[in-house]
Nanobody, 122 residues
Framework: VQLQASGGGLVQTGGSLRLSCAASGRTFNTYSVGWFRQAPGKERTYVAVIRSSDGATYYTDSVRGRFTISRDNAKNTVYLQMDSLKPEDTAVYYC????????????????WGQGTLVTVSS
């Protein structure tokens, strides 16, 4: 499986973006997928995760209620809908996948997309 992230861009505070993570391979529905972000000079941190088995979702506190992770297994794609964006959401966003259980630890994901830059202006 290979991942391709897209959808980043420049948006004003309060705006919205939808990121996409498209995967090759026919078994993508067996992978839990996470979105992570890395701001300049900071560590890569978890944003949201969707579990393969039942589609359960998890969010870091700072984005809960503003971001929504979803997946379309028929299209082999996971989305991150980002609403009410804030300047502190500015970062490179990465999608990652692992077979089986979802986890918020980036070190436990073996498959990564290339990253897409989100810039929120104040």
């Amino acid at each position: 499986v290979q991942l391709q992230a897209s959808g980043g861009g420049l948006v004003q505070t309060g705006g919205s973006l939808r990121l996409s993570c498209a995967a090759s391979g026919r078994t993508f529905n067996t992978y839990s997928v996470g979105w992570f972000r890395q701001a300049p000079g900071k560590e890569r941190t978890y944003v949201a995760v969707i579990r393969s088995s039942d589609g359960a979702t998890y969010y870091t506190d700072s984005v809960r209620g503003r971001f929504t992770i979803s997946r379309d297994n028929a299209k082999n794609t996971v989305y991150l809908q980002m609403d009410s964006l804030k300047p502190e959401d500015t970062a490179v966003y990465y999608c990652a996948a692992r077979q089986g259980a979802a986890t918020v630890a980036p070190t436990l994901y073996g498959l990564w997309g290339q990253g897409t830059l989100v810039t929120v202006s104040s």
